[in-house]
């Protein structure tokens, strides 16, 4: 495909998305179809010649479309809101133009250095303190900075991740020659991170991902908030047993009933016992703005 193509298909396309956002409200927002439904009509192996754009438009409306749930349907109310806009749609046609990979400063400087923009700002309109930010006022040490990461699960592993090497750091930098390893390892395997029943799955799933151990706390019916006094006391008796508290996933807006935690009486606890505290605001969050 050349450039002339890239403009006539691409118009083309672009007026097909035109066209569904202004029919959303008359699609069925739940699709209809069984399970195994596109393994019948989609070929199984990588076919030896190329198929036109066409052939492949045909495909999407004839044999994916079917089988979408939308989203974006002001009938769809499901699981969470993800709603999209025109300026974020161009926006990806801009990223799918250029299609870098920003790994560092050097691959794709303006990348780069829109990321920590970007994610100050946002900082900013949570009002977050200056020590979260990347690029502070010369009165404050520059200790913050955010990173945008593919969505909130894969965020709350690179934070977990980062919780650990903190709680082992702390504990073994002072530790030195072959003993440093072993160290590493003791500690390691006594670190138990905590969340509530009503955290999002993301939270215990990294957790096992990166090899800890994990308490669900129990909420209380009708309240399901972590509270300072549930926490304190999980806390103290893995203590008790020689484990090492490092990690507490609280909530700021819950996916199941938008429950906001004791983030207060988490932070005490936590600060008590050294222990990292991460607030999920990928739900509830944007009410902070």
Same mark, same amino acid.
């Given at each position: 495909?050349?450039? +002339? ?8 396309? !672009? @007026? ?6 202004? +029919?959303? @409200? ?7 179809? %069984?399970?195994? +439904? ?11 010649? =190329? ?22 349907? =002001? ?7 993800? +709603? ?6 161009? #926006? ?31 900082? %900013? *309109? ?10 502070? &006022? ?5 200790? #913050? ?15 977990? !991740? ?11 930098? &002072?530790?030195?020659?072959?003993? %440093? ?8 395997? /006594? ?13 215990? /799933? &990294?957790? /096992? ?9 129990? $909420? ?10 549930? *926490? ?8 008790? %047993? ?11 807006? $819950?996916?199941? $009933? ?32």
């Amino acid at each position: 495909m050349d450039t +002339n193509q890239l403009r006539h298909q691409g118009k083309m396309v !672009v @007026d097909e998305m035109a066209e569904y956002y202004d +029919n959303l @409200d008359n699609i069925a927002p739940m699709a209809t179809v %069984k399970p195994g +439904n596109l393994y019948s009509l989609i070929p199984h192996a990588v076919p030896d010649e =190329p198929e036109s754009l066409e052939a492949i438009q045909r495909d999407f409306k004839d044999k994916i479309m079917p089988g979408i749930t939308h989203w974006q349907s =002001p009938n769809f109310y499901g699981w969470y809101p993800v +709603n999209n806009s025109v300026p974020s749609i161009i #926006g990806e046609m801009y990223t799918a133009m250029l299609n870098i990979v920003p790994f560092s400063w050097m691959t794709s400087p303006a990348a780069t250095e829109l990321e920590t923009i970007v994610t100050d700002a946002l900082g %900013k *309109l949570l009002g977050l303190s200056e020590r979260f930010l990347a690029l502070p &006022s010369r009165k404050i040490k520059r200790l #913050g900075g955010g990173v945008l990461q593919s969505g909130a699960s894969d965020s709350l592993l690179a934070i977990v !991740v980062a919780a650990r090497e903190r709680a082992i750091s702390c504990r073994t930098d &002072s530790v030195e020659g072959k003993e %440093k390893d072993d160290a590493i390892i003791g500690v390691r395997n /006594k670190l138990v991170a905590y969340c509530s029943d009503q955290t999002h799955s993301s939270v215990e /799933k &990294s957790t /096992k991902i990166i090899g800890c151990i994990v308490r669900i706390v129990p $909420t209380i019916e009708g309240d399901f908030r972590l509270t300072k006094e549930s *926490l304190a006391l999980a806390v103290e008796q893995d203590i008790a %047993k020689g484990l090492i508290p490092f990690f507490v996933g609280s909530s700021f807006g $819950t996916t199941n $009933t938008a429950t906001v935690d004791d983030l207060q009486g988490v932070a005490d606890v936590c600060e008590q016992h050294q222990i990292w505290m991460h607030v999920d605001g990928a739900y509830g969050g944007a009410a902070l703005a």
